[in-house]
């Protein structure tokens, strides 16, 4: 009932960004907020009552008591396990909190099992599998795509990660052997450049829903759509980088300590940890790199788009924004 809610705090808006979402510190910190990986502990009932303070106090009411530290606590949940556009609860594995431990597994499983094309085929697959999860449940959720569109995807990415795999693998047989270690980075990489945007083609295709400085919906552009899948693949290889370039350094440089090489069951483990250690800071670093609220030179947008908006509000609308998705 009403007479229960006390009214929301003067001045305190859930959704305004605690940080400056303009700077890369600012987006940082936000982004070691929503993709703190301990969120994906919290239980479905608690999260369900943090959707619950969220949507109450959008609307302008919280339970009495309410402190700005629980309000904030509720608000962190919900963007680390609600999509932004459509409010749905998105799955575990595709959320970014569990970038983490579930990137942290597979890269680590990656770097170790690198050396026999069976081992190198399953791990990427595996990988694909995880990233096709990931793509289709950050997707910008106003472009719905069909299963058979998932399919294709998953398919074409998982086809080119193993064939970038495979055929690196045979190639470096005869190179230094840090360069083998390197294949399955490349492999991750090419894989997101196929992946991504395979997985998003309905924005593509259709475009993006672009608006105004304040939020009024002005039309689709496809321009802004490939600038935001863009960003996204440039953000995932960065993700992966570190981890995946200079971990294969440091253990190429401990492998050949007698100590290690008493220890070998203890390597993939090894790997896996130091592979955390990269993610735990890399996840949010790598998107945080662009604003999630992208923006568009009106001068960049199809020139059919660009005619309409100006005809409508003249030169009002200098930029237009979107949101690019993870």
Same mark, same amino acid.
Not at 71 to 86: E, N
Not at 167 to 187: D, I, Q
């Given at each position: 009932?009403?007479? &229960?809610?006390?009214?929301?705090?003067?001045?305190?808006?859930?959704?305004? @960004?605690?940080?400056?979402?303009?700077?890369?510190? #600012?987006?940082?910190?936000?982004?070691?907020?929503?993709?703190?990986?301990r969120t994906v502990l919290v239980p479905e009932e608690e999260l369900d009552r943090a959707k619950a303070?969220?949507?109450?106090?959008?609307?302008?009411?919280?339970? =009495?008591?309410?402190?700005?530290?629980?309000?904030?606590?509720?608000?962190?949940?919900?963007?680390?396990?609600?999509?932004?556009?459509? #409010?749905?609860?998105?799955?575990?594995?595709?959320?970014?909190?569990?970038?983490? +431990?579930?990137?942290?597994?597979?890269?680590?499983?990656?770097?170790?099992?690198?050396?026999?094309? +069976?081992?190198?085929?399953?791990?990427?697959?595996?990988?694909?599998?995880?990233?096709?999860?990931?793509?289709?449940?950050?997707?910008?959720?106003?472009? =719905?795509?069909?299963?058979?569109?998932?399919?294709?995807?998953?398919?074409?990415?998982?086809?080119?990660?193993?064939?970038?795999?495979?055929?690196?693998?045979?190639?470096?047989?005869?190179?230094? @052997?840090?360069?083998?270690?390197?294949?399955?980075?490349?492999?991750?990489?090419?894989?997101?450049?196929?992946?991504? =945007?395979?997985?998003?083609?309905? &924005? !593509?295709?259709?475009?993006?829903?672009?608006?105004d400085g304040d939020n009024n919906e002005l039309g689709c552009s496809r321009r802004a759509a490939v600038?935001?899948?863009?960003?996204?693949?440039v953000s995932r290889i960065t993700m992966a980088a570190p981890g995946m370039i200079i971990l294969p !350094? !440091?253990?190429?440089?401990?492998?050949?300590?007698?100590?290690?090489?008493?220890?070998?069951?203890?390597?993939? @483990?090894?790997?896996?940890?130091?592979?955390?250690?990269?993610?735990?800071?890399?996840?949010?670093?790598?998107?945080?790199?662009? +604003?999630?609220?992208?923006?568009?030179?009106?001068?960049?947008?199809? @020139? &059919?788009?660009?005619?309409?908006?100006?005809?409508?509000?003249?030169?009002?609308? +200098?930029?237009?924004?979107?949101?690019?998705?993870?």
């Amino acid at each position: 009932t009403h007479a &229960e809610m006390a009214t929301v705090p003067l001045g305190f808006n859930i959704d305004a @960004p605690r940080w400056d979402q303009s700077t890369f510190v #600012g987006r940082l910190k936000h982004f070691l907020n929503i993709t703190d990986p301990r969120t994906v502990l919290v239980p479905e009932e608690e999260l369900d009552r943090a959707k619950a303070l969220v949507e109450g106090c959008r609307a302008g009411l919280v339970p =009495p008591g309410s402190s700005q530290e629980q309000l904030l606590y509720a608000k962190k949940l919900y963007d680390s396990a609600f999509h932004p556009d459509s #409010g749905e609860k998105m799955n575990l594995i595709g959320r970014m909190s569990f970038q983490v +431990p579930g990137g942290m597994a597979l890269t680590g499983c990656m770097l170790q099992f690198y050396r026999t094309v +069976p081992a190198v085929v399953f791990w990427q697959w595996v990988n694909q599998s995880f990233n096709a999860i990931v793509n289709y449940t950050n997707r910008n959720a106003a472009s =719905p795509i069909s299963l058979r569109q998932i399919g294709v995807a998953y398919v074409t990415a998982t086809g080119t990660a193993l064939a970038t795999a495979v055929g690196l693998n045979l190639y470096t047989k005869r190179a230094p @052997p840090l360069l083998a270690r390197w294949v399955p980075f490349a492999a991750v990489a090419a894989a997101n450049c196929v992946n991504i =945007p395979m997985m998003r083609q309905q &924005e !593509i295709i259709n475009g993006v829903t672009v608006t105004d400085g304040d939020n009024n919906e002005l039309g689709c552009s496809r321009r802004a759509a490939v600038k935001g899948i863009a960003q996204v693949v440039v953000s995932r290889i960065t993700m992966a980088a570190p981890g995946m370039i200079i971990l294969p !350094i !440091i253990m190429e440089r401990l492998e050949k300590f007698p100590f290690m090489q008493r220890i070998r069951v203890l390597h993939g @483990p090894l790997q896996v940890l130091l592979c955390g250690g990269f993610l735990l800071f890399m996840v949010p670093a790598a998107c945080a790199l662009f +604003p999630q609220r992208c923006c568009l030179a009106l001068a960049d947008l199809e @020139p &059919e788009l660009r005619d309409s908006i100006v005809a409508k509000h003249g030169d009002k609308v +200098p930029y237009v924004y979107f949101n690019k998705g993870l």
